[in-house]
């Protein structure tokens, strides 16, 4: 990997929040083992049966062996040979077959499973839980880099847990086993095998040591090429209307580039390291075959478990090569799945690095209801939707337990706010903004004047630094951010249409709503015209955000998502900023008519837009620089006058 690369990838890993997490491997296989316990347990029977079965032709080679001597020697008849050793032996070999045969059918399906199943609810914690998240780290993180947790990472992860899981458990089990035959056959050329598994495993420890950093490379990388590919698919129409598409080739031949880089060093180390071991384990047992042999044909003693202290004999070291194969083989084995536990590694990681993000803070405990305030003041809930109900906050008071209900009028006082989206890089300074029940509220400025993030702060989606906001006289802080959110509509730039039909997208505002209530929404928002034009109406399935809709078109049905929600409050942020000027008086009529009796936070930079708000707000860094309706702005012919009169444009 070239300098610049990897000056480029630490700076992407500073940016990013999405670090590996120590431990995480570990802590995977802990929760893995630990999912369903009975499984769990069952499967390493089987594991140890189906070990157990895979040394039973070394445990019969040695009275084979001894026995045969026994015929040349005239002790034993051929008849009484194969009666009482060979018949034994076979029938033995059957059933340890037979049942290391059921055992590995049932923990090779069992691990299946389990391996499935884990997955599948890793999954669902991670969405679950992505979504607790604050907007500030889906603000910080690339989308692709966010999506290569979901792909890469968790397929990754997925193959570890279903394969190099499986075999790592199979190999251990195995050895112990076959270690334990060993030294039951001969503590002497146990030692030779002893020397080659340490030998494999430093070489597997050096090499998986190196390869995993390498590995961890790629998973980054991997993140880095999604998110640019994720840029490039979304702004395609920009690619090649500016003549791009070379750059845009240039910038993803670098990254996929240095992608490949350090996936070649990564599986350079990984193929490397088997025939490595092979060698290893090659070398082991033609020593053992040559030294035990040699021992044999001088007549030298033997020590093993089995017999103390005997002659070696041919028997002995027969039924120790195949062992000291089987040892070294597994040994190889489990030596290859170190780079595969390195880029799990690395991939689980990550995936626990947004498992571990702090989810969005909410300490409110005043909830919205629904009811009906009685003429003694009382509240009477109802659970649905009834004829007259109106919205209430529920107010328990911690002092004396309490109960009371405040009316949900749209009263939203800003009072002194300062924000900051990073320390030292303030946004809003001592911002005050007053908006009475169903007034219309206007903010207008230039880009960066901290008009949206005024909108941002309304819905809690980042808390402010010093000052309070009070909704209905109650500080939003005390107010649940689900009861404060579903109070408030929003209409933003940046249309979010989903994969389904028409009237699914409208009634995405309330999931309860009816098909007749989503239809009204949409004659309010001026969308049932062309709506009806549409293939299948209501009924039409849109797919990729919309793209065959126009910009207008979307907007329209976002509008109208909105009015099915039926908030007090509106929040409009440039929210005919794409479409035509005639459409835009469609549309503006339907706004007009959403936002009759609705407190309203408009942003616009069309100035016609807002010429019938209450209060027009101008705002310039962060500060509110004048206040007042469209006439007492013009008539202080200040920024305000400058910018309805063309003399200066808002950038």
Not at 197 to 206: D, E, G, N, R, Y
Not at 308 to 322: E, H
Not at 465 to 471: F, L, Q, S, V
Request: with cysteine; proline share 3%; charged share 20%.
């Amino acid at each position: 990997m070239s300098t610049t690369d990897q000056q480029k990838l630490a700076e992407l890993r500073a940016q990013s929040q999405i670090t590996p997490t120590k431990g995480a491997l570990m802590r995977l296989i802990k929760e893995y083992l630990s999912y369903r316990p009975w499984l769990t347990v069952l499967i390493i029977v089987g594991i140890i049966l189906s070990c157990f079965s895979s040394i039973g032709s070394s445990i019969v080679i040695l009275p084979i062996v001894n026995k045969v001597n026994d015929v040349y020697s005239g002790l034993i008849t051929v008849e009484e040979y194969l009666s009482e050793t060979v018949q034994p032996c076979v029938i033995f070999l059957v059933v340890v077959y037979a049942v290391g045969l059921i055992a590995m059918t049932t923990y090779t399906v069992g691990m299946a499973w389990l391996g499935q199943s884990f997955m599948t609810e890793l999954r669902n914690r991670l969405f679950d839980h992505m979504e607790s998240l604050p907007i500030s780290f889906f603000d910080r993180n690339q989308k692709g880099d966010i999506m290569s947790v979901y792909t890469n990472d968790i397929e990754g992860t997925r193959q570890f847990i279903i394969q190099s899981l499986q075999s790592f458990l199979t190999c251990s089990l195995n050895l112990l086993f076959l270690v334990a035959m060993m030294l039951t056959y001969s503590i002497f050329l146990m030692l030779i095998s002893a020397a080659a598994i340490a030998a494999m495993l430093v070489t597997s420890k050096l090499m998986g040591k190196r390869s995993s950093r390498h590995y961890d490379d790629v998973q980054h990388w991997v993140g880095v090429q999604e998110g640019l590919i994720e840029e490039m698919m979304g702004g395609m129409k920009v690619v090649k209307s500016f003549n791009h598409e070379r750059k845009a080739r240039e910038a993803f031949d670098r990254v996929n580039n240095a992608l490949c880089d350090s996936a070649i060093r990564a599986n350079v180390l990984s193929f490397t390291l088997g025939p490595i071991l092979n060698h290893i384990g090659v070398i082991a047992y033609v020593l053992i075959a040559v030294v035990g042999c040699a021992v044999a044909s001088a007549g030298g003693m033997n020590f093993g478990f089995m017999e103390m202290w005997a002659p070696m004999n041919l028997g002995v070291v027969l039924a120790f090569i195949p062992l000291a194969q089987q040892t070294t083989g597994n040994v190889n084995q489990l030596g290859q799945q170190f780079p595969y536990f390195a880029m799990s590694a690395a991939g689980a990681g990550r995936i626990y690095s947004v498992m571990d993000k702090k989810p969005e803070a909410d300490e409110g405990y005043v909830t919205l209801v629904r009811g009906v305030f009685a003429e003694d003041g009382s509240f009477q809930l109802h659970e649905t939707a009834q004829p007259g109900d109106t919205w209430a906050w529920r107010h328990e008071h911690q002092a004396d337990h309490t109960v009371t209900y405040v009316p949900l009028k749209g009263d939203i006082v800003l009072q002194g706010v300062d924000f900051s989206y990073e320390p030292g890089k303030q946004v809003l300074r001592d911002v005050s903004v007053y908006a009475k029940p169903g007034q219309k509220v206007a903010l207008v400025g230039a880009t960066g004047a901290g008009k949206t993030t005024i909108t941002n702060l309304l819905n809690r989606f980042y808390d402010i630094e010093d000052g309070k906001i009070r909704y209905d006289g109650i500080n939003i802080n005390k107010i649940k951010k689900r009861d404060l959110r579903l109070s408030l509509g929003m209409v933003i730039q940046d249309t979010s249409l989903f994969t389904g039909t028409v009237m699914d997208n409208i009634r995405y505002g309330r999931l309860d709503a009816t098909d007749e209530e989503c239809i009204a929404a949409a004659k309010l928002a001026n969308a049932d015209g062309f709506i009806r034009m549409l293939p299948e109406g209501y009924n039409t399935v849109i797919e990729g955000d919309g793209s065959s809709l126009s910009q207008g078109q979307c907007q329209l049905l976002s509008i109208a998502r909105v009015a099915v929600a039926n908030p007090p409050v509106l929040i409009l942020d440039e929210a005919t900023s794409s479409i035509d000027t005639r459409t835009e008086a469609i549309v503006t009529d339907g706004m007009d008519k959403l936002m009759d009796g609705r407190t309203t936070f408009a942003i616009a930079h069309r100035l016609s837009t807002i010429r019938n708000s209450n209060v027009i707000i101008v705002m310039d860094h962060g500060r509110i620089i004048e206040r007042g309706t469209h006439e007492q702005l013009l008539a202080q012919k200040g920024v305000y006058f400058q910018l309805y009169s063309g003399t200066t444009e808002l950038e």
